[in-house]
């Protein structure tokens, strides 16, 4: 028999063998993803973050990476004419099924599955060459069960989710007449003094400036936390992070879909819009820690964290593709090739184009949309490198990453107002925290602290007739008082199911109002990083905020207090001068007041009396 | 839960280690499976004689 003839006669058992194996490795790799993502939040091993649609789409990407692995086999047998591409193919698919399932369960390395893999693929093609005819009737007749169970798998995956949204519009209650709609924007890592409506000596950000002339403009605004999880839990909650408990990732239960940070304790914006009738919806870049599997998804008809096309680059395979993306050069080649980064990256395009096709989705009814923006977020990968060029300073980087996204978030405007929306919707720009780019010797957020540059964020508040325009206001607010504000300006009828003051108080009245509550900041050791130490030791900083002082409370009794008027890099620590000293225990004891007006018997408040219990050092 | 996470597969990251060397041996192994099996067939058709001539000479 001909090469020719032969490899023609080898293509139907190919093909069996090429969606036999893709249907079982990729369901059974998907079922690992899913089942070892819950036993590795429970302090170590990898993060994989993957959604139910894994098991469906994994045999998708395995079938592809096979049909192509099996058409090189068909080009190399002519010429070799000796090549038994049955058998090539059958060592190829046994071996990269073992990586697969191997690797999926992060518990050895991958370069541990390699031998592994071929080791188990030499022995299984030994026995498959004595049996080849038996292997491939069975493959031929489990092939339809194995397609049914995938194709079960992904509408119960898929479907599951379209069908709890809709129940939950359908129980919705009637809305107010003429409620405007609500849209928060949270930029994710954008600190305020580098935008150029703070002041920031480069044009970072016309289209954000734009709404100072609309809105109200906080010049101080101080996030709850230095890190996304809590900070967005304090926006959500209106509660502090000692109230709230949501300061770290909290272990997933094995058989439970219950939430893993942010728990069931206080009510959130989210359910309170909802009550009223509105429809409710978040749209997440922050796809670690602003997630449904985080707790956040609680009120929310429908919460976009992951999308069913990122598990496309989920599966063990396509992730070992998209490490090229941590090697600089290999990343440059790459995305000069059309390639952006994958992963985690959610950008601002995408969550817009998402944005507004659910909100087109239903008219009738006012809505609520939670946006989180993750393009300013390190590794500052920036499309125009406008500051930059491609070769600046951190810094550069940055302003890069905000001049980008503020082009989209000049889209969005342009969005709204091209659907009539501007004039209806309650809008919020903020941010959940900051950025240190080499002050105090530091880069980042994680595990920095609670300088001025990590808590200090914008604030815009716009609703056009019922907020003013052009307005800035200098006291120091917090963002964990954003849903009593929301709320205040809905008009509840006298519920408050929100703590803290509403923002609206300090536009209405027109001095300033010297009672108005210092904002607390609190950040705790992160979990995840630091898998050195247990549940139960962590160490946990406050600092509290009024127009003049900034002071930090570090473990063990200590403290930091900074002038922000001489010193606003806060590069002078103050807290051993006699004034220092009497302002540090006015704060300490502001921080016990605060502490016994809102949750007395939250367990973090021990821990925090003994953080600003200052020893005069 | 920790107890749970041994019973199952646990430990710190130390063990992952161990775990991938162990993996790999397994590995290499099982790819020369049947040429191990010869050796050692080998080895002890070899070994069983001279065992064998020393019963004798007692």
Redesign the interface.
């Given at each position: 028999m001909s090469a020719g003839v032969s490899t023609v006669c080898n293509r139907r058992p190919l093909l069996v063998l090429v969606v036999w194996f893709a249907l079982l490795m990729g369901t059974v790799e998907g079922l690992i993803l899913l089942f070892f993502q819950r036993?590795n939040w429970?302090?170590?091993g990898r993060l994989i973050h993957v959604l139910p649609s894994i098991v469906w789409i994994s045999p998708i990407v395995d079938g592809l990476i096979f049909g192509v692995l099996a058409a090189a086999l068909i080009l190399a047998a002519r010429s070799r004419p000796k090549l038994s591409i049955t058998r090539a193919a059958f060592f190829l698919f046994t071996m990269f099924t073992v990586y697969a399932w191997?690797a999926a369960t992060e518990?050895?390395?991958y370069?541990?599955?390699?031998?592994?893999?071929?080791?188990?693929a030499?022995?299984a093609t030994?026995w498959f060459s004595q049996h080849q005819e038996s292997v491939l009737r069975f493959c031929a007749k489990t092939l339809p069960w194995l397609a049914t169970a995938v194709f079960a798998l992904a509408f119960i995956s898929s479907g599951r989710q379209w069908l709890q949204e809709r129940i939950a519009i359908d129980r919705l209650p009637p809305a107010p007449p003429n409620a405007p709609n609500v849209l928060v924007i949270v930029i994710d890592t954008l600190r305020a003094d580098h935008l150029s409506s703070y002041g920031y000596y480069r044009p970072t950000s016309p289209n954000l400036d734009s709404l100072v002339g609309q809105s109200v403009v906080f010049d101080d605004a101080i996030t709850a936390s230095s890190w996304t999880l809590p900070s967005h839990a304090s926006m959500l909650t209106g509660r502090y992070t000692f109230e709230h408990g949501a300061d770290n990732v909290k272990?997933m239960s094995?058989l439970s879909n219950s939430m893993h940070a942010l728990g069931p304790r206080y009510p959130v914006l989210s359910e309170a819009l909802a009550a009223r009738g509105y429809r409710t919806a978040a749209f997440s870049g922050n796809r670690i820690y602003f997630s449904r599997e985080m707790g956040f998804g609680r009120g929310f008809s429908r919460f976009e964290d992951f999308s069913t096309s990122d598990m496309f680059l989920r599966t063990v395979l396509t992730r070992r593709c998209a490490r090229v993306f941590n090697y600089p050069k290999l990343r440059r080649a790459a995305m000069r090739l059309g390639f952006r980064d994958p992963g985690v990256r959610k950008r601002a395009p995408e969550i817009n184009h998402s944005l507004f096709q659910w909100i087109d989705g239903d008219r009738t009814r006012p809505f609520f949309a939670f946006v989180n923006y993750f393009d300013v977020h390190s590794p500052y990968i920036s499309e125009t490198q406008k500051f930059s060029h491609g070769k600046g300073t951190p810094a550069d980087y940055y302003d890069d990453g905000i001049a980008d996204l503020d082009t989209h978030i000049g889209e969005l405007l342009q969005e709204l107002q091209k659907r009539h929306l501007s004039q209806t919707t309650l809008l919020i720009v903020t941010s959940d925290h900051g950025e240190l780019l080499g002050e105090h010797g530091m880069t980042g957020h994680w595990n920095a602290g609670l300088y001025r540059q990590l808590i200090r964020v914008p604030l815009f508040v716009r609703m056009p007739g019922v907020v003013p325009a052009g307005l800035r206001i200098a006291t120091p607010v917090s963002t964990s008082d954003l849903p009593a504000t929301i709320v205040e300006l809905l008009g509840t009828g006298g519920q408050k199911p929100f703590p803290g003051p509403g923002l609206t108080q300090l536009w209405k009245s027109s001095t300033p109002n010297p009672d108005w509550p210092y904002p607390l900041s609190e950040v705790t050791d992160i979990f995840y990083d630091s898998?050195q130490k247990s549940a139960g030791h962590w160490e946990y900083m406050a600092s509290m905020v009024n127009s003049r002082w900034h002071c930090i409370f570090h473990p063990k009794g200590t403290a930091e207090l900074f002038d922000l008027l001489k010193d606003p890099e806060e590069e002078h620590n103050l807290a051993a001068s006699a004034e220092g000293q009497q302002v540090v225990r006015d704060f300490g004891s502001r921080v016990q007041e605060l502490v016994s007006q809102r949750h007395p018997h939250s367990p973090a408040v021990p821990v925090l009396e003994q953080a600003v219990a200052w020893k005069g050092r | 839960m920790r107890s749970e996470l041994v019973a199952l597969y646990g430990g710190p990251d130390q063990i992952m280690g161990l775990a991938s060397g162990l993996a790999a041996a397994v590995g290499v192994v099982l790819m020369f499976w049947n040429k191990l099996l010869v050796t050692v067939g080998k080895i002890g058709n070899k070994l069983r004689p001279s065992w064998h001539r020393g019963q004798d000479q007692e």
């Amino acid at each position: 028999m001909s090469a020719g003839v032969s490899t023609v006669c080898n293509r139907r058992p190919l093909l069996v063998l090429v969606v036999w194996f893709a249907l079982l490795m990729g369901t059974v790799e998907g079922l690992i993803l899913l089942f070892f993502q819950r036993i590795n939040w429970a302090n170590w091993g990898r993060l994989i973050h993957v959604l139910p649609s894994i098991v469906w789409i994994s045999p998708i990407v395995d079938g592809l990476i096979f049909g192509v692995l099996a058409a090189a086999l068909i080009l190399a047998a002519r010429s070799r004419p000796k090549l038994s591409i049955t058998r090539a193919a059958f060592f190829l698919f046994t071996m990269f099924t073992v990586y697969a399932w191997a690797a999926a369960t992060e518990r050895l390395t991958y370069w541990a599955c390699v031998p592994l893999g071929i080791g188990v693929a030499a022995s299984a093609t030994r026995w498959f060459s004595q049996h080849q005819e038996s292997v491939l009737r069975f493959c031929a007749k489990t092939l339809p069960w194995l397609a049914t169970a995938v194709f079960a798998l992904a509408f119960i995956s898929s479907g599951r989710q379209w069908l709890q949204e809709r129940i939950a519009i359908d129980r919705l209650p009637p809305a107010p007449p003429n409620a405007p709609n609500v849209l928060v924007i949270v930029i994710d890592t954008l600190r305020a003094d580098h935008l150029s409506s703070y002041g920031y000596y480069r044009p970072t950000s016309p289209n954000l400036d734009s709404l100072v002339g609309q809105s109200v403009v906080f010049d101080d605004a101080i996030t709850a936390s230095s890190w996304t999880l809590p900070s967005h839990a304090s926006m959500l909650t209106g509660r502090y992070t000692f109230e709230h408990g949501a300061d770290n990732v909290k272990p997933m239960s094995l058989l439970s879909n219950s939430m893993h940070a942010l728990g069931p304790r206080y009510p959130v914006l989210s359910e309170a819009l909802a009550a009223r009738g509105y429809r409710t919806a978040a749209f997440s870049g922050n796809r670690i820690y602003f997630s449904r599997e985080m707790g956040f998804g609680r009120g929310f008809s429908r919460f976009e964290d992951f999308s069913t096309s990122d598990m496309f680059l989920r599966t063990v395979l396509t992730r070992r593709c998209a490490r090229v993306f941590n090697y600089p050069k290999l990343r440059r080649a790459a995305m000069r090739l059309g390639f952006r980064d994958p992963g985690v990256r959610k950008r601002a395009p995408e969550i817009n184009h998402s944005l507004f096709q659910w909100i087109d989705g239903d008219r009738t009814r006012p809505f609520f949309a939670f946006v989180n923006y993750f393009d300013v977020h390190s590794p500052y990968i920036s499309e125009t490198q406008k500051f930059s060029h491609g070769k600046g300073t951190p810094a550069d980087y940055y302003d890069d990453g905000i001049a980008d996204l503020d082009t989209h978030i000049g889209e969005l405007l342009q969005e709204l107002q091209k659907r009539h929306l501007s004039q209806t919707t309650l809008l919020i720009v903020t941010s959940d925290h900051g950025e240190l780019l080499g002050e105090h010797g530091m880069t980042g957020h994680w595990n920095a602290g609670l300088y001025r540059q990590l808590i200090r964020v914008p604030l815009f508040v716009r609703m056009p007739g019922v907020v003013p325009a052009g307005l800035r206001i200098a006291t120091p607010v917090s963002t964990s008082d954003l849903p009593a504000t929301i709320v205040e300006l809905l008009g509840t009828g006298g519920q408050k199911p929100f703590p803290g003051p509403g923002l609206t108080q300090l536009w209405k009245s027109s001095t300033p109002n010297p009672d108005w509550p210092y904002p607390l900041s609190e950040v705790t050791d992160i979990f995840y990083d630091s898998g050195q130490k247990s549940a139960g030791h962590w160490e946990y900083m406050a600092s509290m905020v009024n127009s003049r002082w900034h002071c930090i409370f570090h473990p063990k009794g200590t403290a930091e207090l900074f002038d922000l008027l001489k010193d606003p890099e806060e590069e002078h620590n103050l807290a051993a001068s006699a004034e220092g000293q009497q302002v540090v225990r006015d704060f300490g004891s502001r921080v016990q007041e605060l502490v016994s007006q809102r949750h007395p018997h939250s367990p973090a408040v021990p821990v925090l009396e003994q953080a600003v219990a200052w020893k005069g050092r | 839960m920790r107890s749970e996470l041994v019973a199952l597969y646990g430990g710190p990251d130390q063990i992952m280690g161990l775990a991938s060397g162990l993996a790999a041996a397994v590995g290499v192994v099982l790819m020369f499976w049947n040429k191990l099996l010869v050796t050692v067939g080998k080895i002890g058709n070899k070994l069983r004689p001279s065992w064998h001539r020393g019963q004798d000479q007692e």
